[in-house]
């Protein structure tokens, strides 16, 4: 009982769908702790805003319940929940001076204007903008602007405040300025904050708990630590901080085979599942070929101001390191990654993602072997010129050398042959489970990769085998 | 030898050239007219005539009067319009928006004929009913005027901003007058602009319907029928510097671009 008093705000299976369709949200689940500061974070297009609008009812669920303070405020109108909100362009009345802006909300509750002038005095003064009461908005920098934004919804002394990338727009310095003077200004109000962002930084210095969100699903709930840390899944890996990323499978007790080599992790997962590693780039210790447990040849090094960003191939992976230290490009070295810092996440699905190259002819290639696609059909809206170049969508030119694109395949979309050259790539088994109707292979490819892939029929360990890999069956992703 | 460089400033040549024709020397002229007698001799005779003969000034009240209820009666029709324009969700809003405008590209004096065969069904004689069919004839021709640059205010109004009146306790309403209404007034200004000051001189439009009565623009008219050029002139001046007026007390409320804005429109 005591623990639902201290939710300040509960969300229930809100799911937001529209007319067309689409899912912007679906069964998002959250219980905010009165006085906390929650980040929603992800790309955009993640669902958070409307997430945010559906707290402050400016949009209304599909399905679900939101609960302030135990009472169902789901279908409620904006104006009467005790909530305020912080847009992402501010929104200030521009034919109202700053007093008029921050005395809105207060003369809507028709207030005396002895204790309006009291109180509006008195938030000014807590964002640092004395005086201010007779100046036109439009007067103001994008930074007080946002602090006047900032103000006139705290004047409502508000049970939560809501907002929506306030700092988005403002430049860097200013950014980070006003990131410690929220934190400050949290924490001193006591007042529940609800912060939306894209800026991973951001909400991580910010945040008491961070909701991560992708494709209108919450990923992860948890502290920065947490998510930075132990991130939950690929995708929280990925979008939190830099990572390198691998397939990979437990090979024995706290033994994880991934990237081409075997690494001591502390995660205790069962030999033989699928997993997906995660080393973040500062991680990667770069040492002599002999003492690394994965040798590679660095193909790019880059000055990023308090360090190095160098790029390793080994294999056909490629490993984002972090050092003091510069490297030389060309140059072999070994990559040794700590146990601590190795991050292990039982893979659930099992999609296999590898990288294949663009020749000069704009064919696609994987292991030498050319496949039967062309490139424009993979890169939506992409054409050839009539002098050879391509192009892309928006007429930018796409240069082979510098694109990546990364295929994926199912497991089952893969079939073993004994006829080892009919395949796209050949490689032994390293391992087997049987699912109870099939059974799941890892193959470990010549290219020092793992593939997963799933057949009916019983092979055995360390057969070496062809894996034919139909074109039609894989997706294709653009990075540049 | 001096070769010729082409400059920015060469490219101002011909609008110097068709202001200075079309705009300062008929202005100069306008002036000189209004201030000399038919002989050529600088006198205020058409000033203090126009001021002192009953006829004149009661026609100035009584365009003043039409133009008013012209105004008001666009206002009236074009602010809902606008505003349920703006806000709908249809997806081919250009399209609605077309359908106030396509009068306008029909064929002015087809327009009113068509205008006036309505109002004779109705009315049975329309002489019957000047000052309505002066009222229902501007209407009908300056409408769309009204329409356009209020549409546009509406529709570039951020919906952020009535958000957050809602987010500050505002209902519907509140946020409506408190908001909406303040700032669409450079639409507002914009369209009155467009609509009161034709009003007072566009005299084909009642000419045509055979209206009786007398605008501001009948007078100019008759006079300059009559080879009075100066008369004439005095009282187009006379607008011109009501225009000038107005502006002037509502230079603050219009919006830079509201016009572009409304012309791009059109």
């Known amino acids: ?480 | 030898m001096r070769t010729f460089r082409f400059s920015r400033k060469n490219l101002s040549i011909p609008y110097v050239i068709f202001l200075a024709v079309f705009v300062v020397i008929p202005l100069f002229v306008l002036v000189y007219y209004a201030f000399t007698d038919r002989d050529g001799h600088v006198s205020l005779r058409n000033f203090i005539g126009f001021f002192t003969d009953p006829n004149t000034l009661g026609t100035l009240f009584y365009s003043i009067v039409i133009a008013l209820t012209t105004t008001l009666v666009c206002l009236a029709i074009a602010y809902p319009t606008a505003y349920i324009l703006a806000k709908s969700r249809v997806k081919r809003k250009s399209a609605m928006l077309l359908v106030f405008i396509l009068p306008m590209w029909i064929n002015f004096s087809l327009r009113i004929t068509a205008l006036k065969e309505i109002l004779t069904v109705l009315e049975e004689n329309i002489a019957y009913y000047p000052f309505l069919n002066a009222v229902i004839g501007m209407t009908y021709d300056f409408l769309p005027f009204m329409i356009l640059p209020i549409y546009t205010t509406i529709s570039r109004l951020d919906p952020s901003l009535i958000e957050a009146a809602k987010d500050l306790g505002a209902n519907d309403v509140d946020a409506f007058f408190k908001i909406t209404l303040p700032l669409s007034v450079p639409g507002i200004v914009s369209g009155v602009a467009m609509v009161f000051l034709p009003a007072m001189t566009n005299y084909v439009v009642l000419d045509m319907l055979y209206n009786s009565t007398y605008i501001m623009g009948s007078l100019i008219g008759s006079y300059f029928a009559a080879y009075n050029w100066n008369g004439g002139s005095l009282i187009a001046l006379i607008l011109l510097l009501l225009i000038c007026v107005f502006t002037y007390l509502t230079r603050n409320l219009e919006d830079e671009d509201q016009r572009a804005g409304g012309g791009a429109l059109l």
């Open chain 1, 1 to 480: 009982m005591q623990e639902k008093k201290d939710n300040i705000i509960e969300l229930r299976h809100i799911t937001r769908r529209f007319e067309d369709g689409f899912e912007a949200v679906s069964d998002f689940n959250l219980e905010v702790k009165r006085g906390e500061f929650v980040t929603f974070l992800g790309p955009s297009g993640c669902g958070k805003t409307t997430t945010l609008r559906m707290i402050a009812g400016f949009d209304l669920p599909t399905d679900g319940q939101i609960l302030l303070e135990g009472r169902d405020i789901t279908s409620l109108p904006p104006y009467e929940r005790p909530i305020n909100t912080v847009f992402q362009r501010y929104a200030l009345f521009p034919h109202m001076n700053i007093y008029e802006n921050i005395a809105f909300g207060l003369r809507q509750k028709k207030m005396k204007e002895a204790e309006i002038k009291r109180k509006v005095e008195k938030v000014l003064d807590l964002v640092d903008l004395e005086g201010f009461e007779g100046r036109a908005v439009t007067t103001l920098s994008g930074g007080q602007q946002q602090r006047i934004a900032i103000a006139r919804a705290l004047v409502n002394e508000p049970a939560i405040l809501l907002l929506d990338e306030p700092l988005g727009a403002l430049d860097l310095k200013m950014r980070k300025e006003m990131q410690i003077e929220l934190k400050q200004m949290h924490d001193s109000l006591g007042i529940t904050f609800i912060y939306v962002t894209h800026d991973q930084e951001e909400a991580l210095t910010m945040s008491d708990r961070i909701v991560v969100m992708s494709e209108g699903k919450t990923q992860q709930i948890g502290t920065p630590e947490d998510i930075y840390n132990e991130p939950k899944n690929a995708f929280v890996a990925d979008f939190i901080g830099e990572s390198n990323i691998f397939n990979g499978i437990m090979i024995g007790k706290m033994k994880a085979r991934f990237c081409g080599g075997e690494f001591t992790c502390v995660d205790d997962v069962e030999e033989g599942t699928h997993i997906t590693a995660v080393v973040r780039p500062e991680d990667v210790e770069i040492t002599s070929p002999e003492k690394g447990i994965i040798r590679g040849h660095v193909i790019s090094v880059i000055f990023k101001g308090m360090h190095y960003e160098i790029t390793i191939e080994s294999g056909r992976n490629e490993i984002v390191a972090r050092s003091v230290h510069t490297a030389t490009v060309g140059d072999v070295v070994g990559m040794y990654v700590d146990p601590d810092n190795i991050h292990i996440m039982i893979a659930e699905d099992h999609t296999n993602y590898f990288t294949v190259d663009i020749n000069s002819e704009y064919r696609l290639e994987f292991n030498g072997k050319m496949l039967d696609t062309s490139v424009t059909k993979i890169i939506p809206g992409s054409r050839r010129q009539p002098d050879g170049t391509l192009v892309d969508g928006h007429g930018e030119t796409i240069d082979p050398a510098r694109t990546k694109i990364t295929a994926s395949i199912e497991p089952q979309d893969i079939s073993m042959t004994d006829k080892v050259e009919e395949g796209l790539i050949e490689g032994y088994i390293s391992n087997l489970i049987y699912k109870g109707d099939h059974y799941s292979y890892v193959i470990h490819t010549d290219l020092e990769q793992d593939l997963v892939v799933d057949d009916e029929y019983l092979w055995n360990m360390d057969d070496h085998v062809g894996l034919i890999m139909p074109v039609e069956k894989m997706s294709f992703k653009l990075n540049r």
